[in-house]
């Protein structure tokens, strides 16, 4: 069994920065892919960014510019760094991880507040 654990969501005013953390331990020995979705109230979960196992990068519109993912595959980490922060961008956000191809496992998400 694989496990994820999110971390490094709070409240943040308009403008500021967080970043989260995500990682993976448990029976993985590496991550194919990884990335970050988020969902706010009342919406459709959302791809916000992922990276390959090549290290390609994608984001969505509304982030891009801001956020920046990066992963660790020696420690099966994976990270998001949001700065110029907006209230648009208030969701819970999860992360994923992918041994493979034919597997994903979500983390129990971690709250982003942007307010003043």
């Known amino acids: 069994q694989v496990q994820v654990v999110e971390s490094g969501g709070g409240l943040v005013q308009p403008g500021g920065s967080l970043r989260l953390s995500c990682a993976a331990s448990g029976s993985i020995f590496s991550i194919y892919g990884t990335g970050w979705y988020r969902q706010a109230p009342g919406k459709q979960r959302e791809l916000v960014a992922k990276?390959?196992?090549?290290?390609?990068?994608n984001y969505a519109d509304s982030v891009k510019g801001r956020f920046t993912i990066s992963r660790d595959n020696a420690k099966n980490t994976v990270e998001l760094q949001m700065n110029s922060l907006k209230p648009e961008d208030t969701a819970v956000y999860y992360c994923?991880?992918?041994?493979?191809?034919?597997?994903?496992?979500w983390g129990q998400g971690t709250q982003v507040t942007v307010s003043s």
């Open positions: 994923y991880v992918q041994p493979d191809r034919s597997r994903t496992y």
């Open positions: 990276v390959t196992s090549d290290g390609a990068t």
